[in-house]
């Protein structure tokens, strides 16, 4: 089941701040997040294995709540080249191993303008 | 090292058609995939392959079929096209499961008449 994205789209000036959620009907193992810019291909950003933990890359960080199922980016000080549109991508594990599919979620669109 | 390639870039085909969606990776990577995208659906996963021989269904499995013959390439094959099937294609490699980083191809665009 795909993990649900919050907001759809979103549009900010440069400078501001932004906050994009994900959450998992299921218990999640992994939260992977990327950056797709229009007509090419998504762009690694960050993953957050569970245990609580909070990434950083630049201006862009993440977190990622295991009891509420859910991770959240934030993006600092946008700039233009944020512009784009954001996926999460949750690893579910069952008791006993991995089921090794990584779900995507519907995206977010971020609009950085100047 | 040329990352994550697919051909064809474009392709257009007739209801009924097959054809073979080409993937390849020079990373040594074990864990391939494929994902369709079609606009508000977000990436939805059709096949993917934790290694040489070893493949198993995503999401969206219905009407393609792959085989992993070698480490480096998972093509994806559509047996008889349907308009339903028109999307742009993305493959994606790891290193070990999906839980890597996945380094995706620059995408398949695909119009079925």
């Known amino acids: 089941q795909q993990p649900v994205q919050s907001p759809q789209a979103v549009i900010l000036r440069e400078g501001e701040d932004a906050v994009i959620n994900c959450s998992s009907s299921?218990?999640?193992?992994?939260v992977h997040w990327y950056r797709q810019k229009h007509g090419e291909a998504p762009v690694f950003l960050m993953i957050?294995?569970?245990?609580?933990e909070q990434k950083g890359h630049e201006k862009i960080s993440a977190s990622f709540n295991e009891k509420k199922q859910q991770s959240s980016l934030y993006l600092t000080a946008s700039q233009l080249s944020y512009s784009g549109t954001y996926f999460c991508g949750t690893e579910n594990r069952d008791s006993g191993g991995s089921n090794y599919k990584l779900t995507f979620g519907k995206g977010t669109l971020l609009t950085v303008n100047p | 090292n040329a990352g994550v390639t697919q051909t064809p870039k474009f392709q257009v085909l007739k209801t009924g058609q097959s054809m073979t969606l080409q993937c390849a990776q020079d990373?040594?990577?074990?864990?391939m995939s494929w994902y369709r995208q079609d606009p508000g659906m977000g990436l939805r996963l059709i096949h993917y392959s934790v290694g040489a021989g070893i493949t198993d269904q995503g999401e969206v499995p219905n009407g393609y079929n792959v085989s992993r013959s070698t480490t480096e390439d998972f093509p994806l094959r559509l047996l008889s096209a349907a308009p339903s099937q028109t999307s742009v294609y993305f493959c994606a490699s790891s290193y070990g499961t999906a839980t890597d980083t996945q380094y995706f191809g620059p995408g398949t665009r695909l119009t079925v008449l």
């Open positions: 957050l294995l569970k245990g609580g």
């Open positions: 299921k218990a999640l193992y992994s």
């Open positions: 990373m040594n990577h074990e864990y």
